[in-house]
């Protein structure tokens, strides 16, 4: 089965015989399937008004359980942003009103992020819908492909994150 990036790999092979590309074409599709695939959660996500930026922030807190709360020390580390990245996701969300910001009470020297009624019912709309999209997206693989596909990337993921 031929796609664009085998297209690539063959332009590739042709200029330079002497590469092996098989990590180049692994590489690219992973690449291209990311791309696709997240204009297409972005376009689901936008029916509620979210960004993916934004459903990132809303989901941290929301999958965290009662009471849906957190330092943005703590946000930042689990999505992988700079302190400044972060405040201005809080910012935004915050003047959405899916969020609220307050003193900590056990540290007055620091904040906590925690989701509103309105943030908590936005999030779990969207997220029932962001399911569905990546059900969506993963429906050409048989349930074993799938298994299979997760796994390997399980393994793959594990030994980038270690670099």
Same mark, same amino acid.
């Given at each position: ?19 092996? #590309?098989?990590?180049?074409?692994? &590489? ?6 990311? *791309? ?8 689901? /996500? ?5 960004? #993916?930026? +934004?459903? +990132?922030?809303? *989901?941290?807190?929301?999958? #965290? ?7 943005? @020390? ?19 969300? !915050? ?19 925690? /989701? @509103? ?5 936005? &999030? +779990? ?25 997760? !796994? ?12």
């Amino acid at each position: 089965m031929a796609d664009v990036v085998a297209e690539f790999v063959e332009q590739w092979r042709a200029e330079r015989p002497d590469l092996d #590309l098989a990590a180049m074409a692994t &590489i690219g599709r992973l690449g291209r399937v990311m *791309a696709f695939g997240t204009r297409i959660i972005e376009d689901t /996500l936008a029916a509620y008004e979210l960004r #993916l930026a +934004d459903f +990132d922030v809303l *989901a941290s807190l929301r999958r #965290l359980g009662p009471p849906y709360e957190a330092t943005p @020390t703590r946000l930042s580390r689990t999505l992988m942003l700079s302190p400044a990245g972060m405040t201005s996701r809080l910012d935004r969300l !915050e003047t959405a009103g899916y969020l609220e910001r307050r003193i900590d009470p056990d540290n007055r020297r620091s904040l906590i992020v925690a /989701l @509103t009624d309105d943030g908590f019912a936005r &999030i +779990d709309a969207a997220v029932t819908a962001h399911v569905a999209t990546e059900e969506k997206l993963l429906s050409s693989l048989t349930a074993t492909q799938r298994r299979h596909l997760d !796994e390997a990337l399980m393994v793959l993921l594990s030994s980038i994150e270690t670099h």
